[in-house]
Structure formats: C-alpha cells, structure tokens
Antibody, heavy 119, light 106 residues
Framework: EVQLLESGGGLVQPGGSLRLSCATSGFTFSSYAMTWVRQAPGKGLEWVSGIWSNSGRTFYADSVTGRFTISRDNSKNTLYLQMNNLGAEDTALYFC????????????WGQGTLVTVSS | EIVLTQSPATLSLSPGERATLSCRASQSVSSQLAWYQQKPGQAPRLLIYDASNKATGIPARFSGSGSGTDFTLTISSLEAEDFAVYYCQQRSNWPLTFGQGTRVEI
C-alpha cells in the first residue's frame, strides 16, 4: 500500500521559511516523479511544484518560482519542499503526491500538512 | 499558463440524476486532461485521465470525454457518495494547472 506522510508544517511569520518533508513507502520511490499541491482553506487545488524521478528536472508554479525549492532523497524515499520568503498567500494545506508513472497526473496523495503564515 | 474554467460552479441534483460537468481550457491541451473527486476532509482521488480513461477502481457510472479545449465529466446516475467537489487538471503545458472546481450537491 502506498503511503505518503507529510511533516514540517506549522505557524510561521511573514518572510519566514519552512521545510516540508514527505516520507514515502509502499512503492519504488526512485522510479516515480513526485509533486506538491496545495489548498488554501476553503479554496481549490493549486499545483505547486514537481520533480522527475532522478531529480534531473524540476518545475514550479509561477506563484512560487524563486521562493520554493523541491528536492528528493531517493536513498531515504523522501520528498522535500523548501519554502522561503513566505507570505499570507502561502497559507494552505500542502499535499505530497505521487505522479502516475510517465505522465503528470496524480494517483496517490498524502493527507497534507498545514502551513499558516501569520504574524 | 493554461487556465482551466469549470462550469457550473455548483450543480444541485438528486440521487439517480445525471450530472454533466464542464472544463474549458484557454488553449488546446489535446487529450491531456484528468478529473479528480474530493470529499470534505479528504485528499482528492483520480477518476479519469487523458480525457476518457478511467483510473483503477472507478465505477462505470463515471465517464469523460472531449479533446482540445472542451471536456466533460459525466456521472450517469448519481449515488449518495458522489456528492463532492470535482476538479479538472491539465498536463499539456508547464505549469500544471487545475480548474477551480465544481461542487455537486444534493
């Protein structure tokens, strides 16, 4: 069974930083592209960032480019999202998600970690 | 960035009725579009990928159609567990984008 467990969320002041982690199990992590999707309270889904299986290429939404960095450690089966210069607009539930093999749809999701940016 | 516009925002129907949800892209995405279902307090679930292919375990009452810029998700006969929010997502161009969602309510 695929399991994705996010951690690292919390309350942070505007301009601050957080690093999210996603520990995975139940599949061959190194073979799959991974992605982060967020959902502001009461709002819709927003794709944030994605990374190919070998970390060769990364992709970002315009709203986070230059502030967020996605990475992965295939030896630890873990996905990361480094978030810098956070603003109120980044307040959301952040989902770690596994991409369908070879195509950028999402077939497995974590339960999310909540990031709140507030003074 | 490709903008996906879903309509209607809310669909009010009764169990047993047919639901028709629309997703329109600001430019062609070929057939590279998926549909997801999200229930309150849960992560989304993949229903349809590449416009018309059902994901594993998805009931036959769900179907997808369309190509280019206009797509449709059809639920042939609504069951109680189908009342939820539905999102479309394109993978044709970076960045990936989602539609704003359609709520199907009783």
């Amino acid at each position: 069974e695929v399991q994705l467990l996010e951690s690292g969320g919390g309350l942070v002041q505007p301009g601050g930083s957080l690093r999210l982690s996603c520990a995975t199990s139940g599949f061959t992590f190194s073979s799959y592209a991974m992605t982060w999707v967020r959902q502001a309270p009461g709002k819709g889904l927003e794709w944030v960032s994605g990374i190919w299986s070998n970390s060769g290429r990364t992709f970002y939404a315009d709203s986070v480019t230059g502030r967020f960095t996605i990475s992965r450690d295939n030896s630890k089966n873990t996905l990361y999202l480094q978030m810098n210069n956070l603003g109120a607009e980044d307040t959301a539930l952040y989902f770690c998600a596994k991409v369908v093999l070879g195509i950028w749809y999402i077939d497995d999701w974590g339960q999310g970690t909540l990031v709140t940016v507030s003074s | 960035e490709i903008v996906l516009t879903q309509s209607p925002a809310t669909l009010s129907l009764s169990p047993g009725e047919r639901a028709t949800l629309s997703c329109r892209a600001s430019q062609s995405v070929s057939s590279q579009l998926a549909w997801y279902q999200q229930k309150p307090g849960q992560a989304p679930r993949l229903l349809i990928y590449d416009a018309s292919n059902k994901a594993t375990g998805i009931p036959a009452r769900f179907s997808g159609s369309g190509s280019g810029t206009d797509f449709t998700l059809t639920i042939s006969s609504l069951e109680a567990e189908d009342f939820a929010v539905y999102y479309c997502q394109q993978r044709s161009n970076w960045p990936l984008t989602f539609g704003q969602g359609t709520r199907v309510e009783i």
